[in-house]
């Protein structure tokens, strides 16, 4: 099972945000960013976090393939 954050990066292009502010408004580890960016499992926990952050729902910001 392959799972990809694409759409997560799209949200943060058409916000003009990077990953350094996206960690700090979502109160995530710069090593969470980093498996973020490898397509990597993270915690539920932390998507979360993304989300409420973002303002969306999990699925728009991870996809499975």
Known sequence: MQITY???WKILIDRE???TQLKDAAG???NVIAKLGKNEPVSIETLIK???A???DIGDIIEIK
């Open 6 to 8: 694409k759409k997560l």
């Open 17 to 19: 945000m990077n990953k």
């Open 28 to 30: 995530v580890s710069s």
């Open 50 to 52: 993304i989300c409420v």
């Open 54 to 56: 973002l303002g969306v």
